[in-house]
């Protein structure tokens, strides 16, 4: 089986749509929800719209592996309500990835996507190329917005970690003292390409962070570190493109896992990772998905 049971949110599947990646309106988190995804994250939205940087913003690198600095483009929490309610009316299970420049646009953006109707709540403390990364990198930041939203939300709050620190262990400690339900791990990792023609960066903004299939290793290290110290449900995230690295995060201690950027390539590896994975649990002799959490330690 493939359903869970994620901080209370029934999902029929533990795959789930990662921020920034098609999460734009109803339309776009529909079809990855039709295409088997057990739930979708939004794009990361603010208090305000915001254009984000110049193109060139998302550059491939490696096979499968991508660098960007989209600089957290958004419409804004005023004008993604309706999407919110619209996931909602059609049945969607819809998780409102947020970020805001104060504690108190934070919990404002939270309010209002708790009101449209969002099951869960995502906090983006993490894009390596924003300013929201500087409550990601210091475990007082991260408590002290964690409690301040926690008195606010009713609804689940998950925690998007930023991998770009000494101790991520620390700050999801952090996380979980003031009131997190889950942490996601991770977000992109800090970088940058230079063109050795014009000799100077790629992407317009500079630099921007590392997603796909080059940081999957380095997922599954920091969710095994994690499972090691947290209670609360780690969502593993980076460089899934086959059932085999959903497998290895179960192992290493996630209870589900977030797609992003093999997603670029089409949404009919969700149904066929879904497929391979219920094949496995069967030829393992695993009822659930759920039995897989941490069995690597
Ligand atoms: C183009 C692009 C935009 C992204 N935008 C966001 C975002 O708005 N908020 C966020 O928390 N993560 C964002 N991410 C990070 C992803 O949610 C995910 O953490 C990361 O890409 C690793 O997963 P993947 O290897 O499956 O893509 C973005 C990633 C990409 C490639």
Known sequence: MLEINLSGLKLKSPIILAAGVLGVSYSSMKRVYDAGAGAVTSKSIGIVPREGYPNPSVIPVYPDTFINSVGLANPGINNFISEISECKANGLVIIVSIFGDTNEFYREVALKAQEAGADAIEVNISCPHAEVSSWGSDKCLTQTLVEYLRKAISIPIFIKLNPNVTDLPEIALAAEKAGADAVVAINTIRAMIIDVNTKKPYLHHGSGGLSGRSIHPIAVK??????KVLKIPIIGCGGIFEWEDVIE??????????I???LFKGLDIISKLNTDLKRYLKNNNYRNISDLTGLAH
């Open 222 to 227: 920091h969710v095994y570190d994690l499972y």
């Open 249 to 258: 995060f179960f192992l290493a201690g996630a209870s589900a896992v977030q």
């Open 260 to 262: 992003g950027t093999a």
